[in-house]
C-alpha cells in the first residue's frame, strides 16, 4: 500500500498531510485531464513542503500508487457489496452502471492511472496490480452475467469483454471534457450531464445484454 516512510518526518509535518497530498493529486488530474502532476504544483495547491512526498510515498510514483490503490479499494469494496445484495441481475446491473458513472464524474482518471502504472511497472507489480484491482471486478462481471444467463433475463457475453465495453465507455467519455466543447457538448460536465449519461450508459449497456422481452 504505497511506499513505506522515511524514519523520520520533515520538520512541522502538519496533521492529515499525507491524505491531503493525495486530495490534491487526485484533483489536479481530475481539473487536467492528466494522469500526472508536477511536484511543484501539487505543494503549491497543497501548501506543503514536496520533501513530505519522499518521506510519505518514497518518491512520485509512490505517491500515484498509493492514490490508485485508496481510489480503488473502495470500488472493489462497492462492487462486492452489491453482488452480495439480494437482488435480481438485471437490478444488479443497473446499480452498477449508475456507480460507474458516478465514480468517473468524480475521479475520471482511475482507470487510466492504474492502467499506466500496470504498463510502467515489471511485470511482478504489474500484475499485482492487475490482481488487486482489476481481477475483483472482472470476477464480479462473470458471476453476475452468470446469473443473469442463468436467470434467462441476460444473453452470454464475454465479461473481460463486457468490462471494457462497460469502463472503455465512461473513461472515454469523462476524460473527453476538455475537448466536448469542439464538437458540440458542454464547456463543463456538471452533474447534469452526468446524470444524462447516467442514464444513457445504462439504458445502452442493459439493451445490449438483456434478453429481448
Avoid at 10 to 36: C, F, H, K, N, Y
Avoid at 52 to 77: D, H, Q, S, T
Avoid at 86 to 113: C, Q, S, W
Amino acid at each position: 500500500m504505497g511506499s513505506a516512510p522515511a524514519s523520520s518526518a520533515p520538520a512541522a509535518a502538519p496533521q492529515g498531510a499525507r491524505d491531503l497530498l493525495l486530495d490534491t493529486a487526485g484533483a489536479i488530474m481530475r481539473e487536467s485531464d492528466q494522469v500526472d502532476l508536477s511536484l511543484s504544483e501539487l505543494a503549491a495547491r497543497s501548501g506543503l513542503n514536496s520533501a513530505l512526498v519522499k518521506y510519505y510515498f518514497g518518491n512520485k510514483a509512490g505517491l500515484l500508487k498509493a492514490l490508485i490503490e485508496r481510489e480503488w479499494v473502495e470500488i472493489v469494496r462497492s462492487v462486492e457489496a452489491l453482488m452480495a445484495k439480494d437482488a435480481d441481475p438485471e437490478t444488479k446491473l443497473r446499480i452498477h452502471m449508475a456507480g460507474v458513472v458516478d465514480n468517473f464524474f468524480h475521479h475520471p482518471y482511475v482507470h487510466r492511472l492504474l492502467l499506466r502504472l500496470i504498463r510502467e511497472s515489471e511485470d511482478a507489480e504489474g500484475q499485482r496490480l492487475a490482481d488487486a484491482y482489476l481481477k475483483p471486478l472482472l470476477d464480479a462481471y462473470q458471476r453476475l452475467i452468470g446469473e443473469g444467463v442463468a436467470a434467462g433475463v441476460f444473453r452470454a457475453v464475454d465479461p473481460l469483454l463486457f468490462y471494457f465495453t462497460v469502463i472503455g465507455a465512461a473513461d472515454r467519455f469523462f476524460s473527453a471534457g476538455p475537448v466536448l466543447r469542439h464538437c458540440g457538448g458542454p464547456d463543463v460536465l456538471d452533474e447534469a450531464w452526468r446524470d444524462r449519461y447516467r442514464q444513457h450508459l445504462n439504458e445502452f449497456v442493459a439493451a445490449s445484454i438483456l434478453v429481448p422481452r
